[in-house]
């Protein structure tokens, strides 16, 4: 038999140590904090659920995504939740359903997904967000995208980027002014995703009516002017959503860099007509999406929503959010009230169990000499 070392955790799962475990635990409370300013409250969804609930809420969650087990007590699929989302929307369509709407709800835990992205290897990760539960209009997204950014912000984040695409803009194309058929349809998919102008074109000449699309990527202003031209090509087709866009846009502070990519659909999979990514400066991938999107009720119309979710964990590998707080050795027999005062102005306290111990050892820059603390 084989022996597994004590030390061995399962591919992508891994411990976070001192000082990350508490900066990533700061940035999750200012996040929080902020979102809360704002009317969100905070829900606790609990770490996996029935795989149906978790894959029947939201639009394409998909079962082979998820971290399953069997559950001995009901005998029924259990899944690690892979986003917070469908099981803020499971609580929104049960528990809280009849709360009024809109209805403002925050979260921040662990999700764990099957397998990890190209980017890092990490199946688990730190999720925050905020979802604004009864209406995806300009209005809800406005809210939504700027309270991403005040929360990144007051978290400390510089150099933000948000990436701004229309998740279900060829779909509706195609059911509309620009009819494909269904193998055309996931043809055209990979190629915008690939951005290959070259293959567009080669699929057939309804393919290549979508060539604009790949242009009207990049820095927004540029992008959004042609993609108004691609919709005045097509009577106005996609106005709308053009008008969507720019109203979100336009409360956006100049230090944002703003982009478009109409047609980006990674990451977007249950989202509809508006989604966007965020970046850092230096970080390499997102650290943050979010969109518009429905959550099903059972026997009624689903209900829009639209929310946004933070994975923080690249920001705290870089040493972001590294506070450390003074820390001072206090000596055996020392003044208890001076130390409860000293924590009260911010020290961290270390206090020796026994005569002789070492406080810088203990990682201490100060000891307490009788009253005032002294550096090493
Ligand atoms: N939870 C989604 C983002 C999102 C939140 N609300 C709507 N979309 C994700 O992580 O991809």
Same mark, same amino acid.
């Given at each position: 038999?084989?022996?597994?070392?004590?030390?061995?955790?399962?591919?992508?799962?891994?411990?976070?140590?001192?000082?990350?475990?508490?900066?990533?635990?700061?940035?999750?409370?200012?996040?929080?904090?902020?979102?809360?300013?704002?009317?969100?409250?905070?829900?606790?969804?609990?770490?996996?659920?029935?795989?149906?609930?978790?894959?029947?809420?939201?639009?394409?969650?998909?079962?082979?995504?998820?971290?399953?087990?069997?559950?001995?007590?009901?005998?029924?699929?259990?899944?690690?939740?892979?986003?917070?989302?469908?099981?803020?929307?499971?609580?929104?369509?049960?528990?809280?359903?009849?709360?009024?709407?809109?209805?403002?709800?925050?979260?921040?835990?662990?999700?764990?997904?099957?397998?990890?992205?190209?980017?890092?290897?990490?199946?688990?990760?730190?999720?925050?967000?905020?979802?604004?539960?009864?209406?995806?209009?300009?209005?809800?997204?406005?809210?939504?995208?700027?309270?991403?950014?005040?929360?990144?912000?007051?978290?400390?984040?510089?150099?933000?980027?948000?990436?701004?695409?229309?998740?279900?803009?060829?779909?509706?194309?195609?059911?509309?002014?620009?009819?494909?058929?269904?193998?055309?349809?996931?043809?055209?998919?990979?190629?915008?995703?690939?951005?290959?102008?070259?293959?567009?074109?080669?699929?057939?000449?309804? %393919? &290549? !009516?979508?060539?604009?699309?790949?242009?009207? =990527?990049?820095?927004?202003? *540029?992008?959004? $002017?042609?993609?108004? @031209?691609?919709?005045?090509?097509?009577?106005?087709?996609?106005?709308?959503?053009?008008?969507?866009?720019?109203?979100?846009?336009?409360?956006?502070?100049?230090?944002?860099?703003?982009?478009?990519?109409?047609?980006?659909?990674?990451?977007?999979?249950?989202?509809?007509?508006?989604?966007?990514?965020?970046?850092?400066?230096?970080?390499?991938?997102?650290?943050?999406?979010?969109?518009?999107?429905?959550?099903?009720?059972?026997?009624?119309?689903?209900?829009?929503?639209?929310?946004?979710?933070?994975?923080?964990?690249?920001?705290?590998?870089?040493?972001?959010?590294?506070?450390?707080?003074?820390?001072?050795?206090?000596?055996?027999?020392?003044?208890?009230?001076? %130390? &409860? !005062?000293?924590?009260?102005?911010?020290?961290? =306290?270390?206090?020796?169990? *026994?005569?002789? $111990?070492?406080?810088? @050892?203990?990682?201490?820059?100060?000891?307490?000499?009788?009253?005032?603390?002294?550096?090493?």
């Amino acid at each position: 038999m084989t022996m597994i070392p004590p030390s061995l955790l399962p591919e992508g799962l891994s411990d976070r140590l001192p000082p990350q475990a508490e900066a990533s635990a700061r940035l999750a409370r200012r996040v929080l904090d902020t979102v809360a300013t704002h009317g969100y409250e905070r829900v606790m969804p609990p770490l996996a659920e029935f795989e149906d609930t978790l894959t029947q809420r939201l639009k394409s969650m998909r079962a082979q995504d998820l971290v399953r087990a069997v559950d001995p007590v009901s005998q029924r699929t259990l899944a690690f939740r892979p986003d917070m989302t469908a099981q803020v929307g499971r609580i929104a369509a049960t528990r809280l359903r009849s709360a009024p709407r809109p209805l403002r709800l925050s979260y921040a835990g662990p999700v764990i997904r099957q397998k990890a992205s190209q980017l890092r290897p990490e199946r688990e990760k730190m999720q925050l967000g905020a979802e604004l539960i009864g209406s995806d209009s300009n209005a809800a997204a406005v809210e939504i995208v700027n309270i991403a950014i005040e929360a990144l912000t007051a978290a400390g984040v510089t150099g933000i980027t948000i990436d701004f695409t229309l998740p279900d803009l060829i779909d509706a194309l195609a059911a509309g002014p620009l009819p494909l058929g269904a193998e055309e349809l996931e043809a055209v998919r990979a190629e915008l995703d690939a951005k290959d102008a070259g293959a567009l074109v080669a699929i057939s000449p309804a %393919a &290549a !009516a979508y060539l604009p699309l790949i242009e009207a =990527t990049g820095p927004f202003h *540029a992008a959004m $002017e042609r993609l108004e @031209a691609f919709s005045a090509s097509l009577d106005g087709a996609i106005d709308s959503r053009i008008a969507g866009l720019r109203a979100i846009a336009k409360p956006i502070g100049w230090d944002i860099t703003l982009t478009l990519d109409p047609t980006e659909r990674h990451g977007f999979e249950f989202q509809n007509w508006f989604g966007f990514s965020i970046f850092a400066e230096g970080f390499i991938g997102e650290i943050g999406r979010g969109g518009s999107y429905a959550i099903a009720r059972a026997g009624e119309t689903d209900e829009p929503a639209m929310g946004f979710s933070l994975y923080p964990d690249p920001l705290i590998d870089a040493g972001f959010g590294d506070e450390r707080p003074r820390r001072l050795f206090l000596p055996v027999g020392h003044d208890a009230v001076r %130390a &409860a !005062a000293l924590r009260a102005e911010g020290w961290h =306290t270390v206090a020796a169990l *026994a005569d002789g $111990e070492d406080g810088a @050892a203990q990682r201490c820059s100060h000891w307490l000499d009788g009253s005032e603390p002294r550096a090493y």
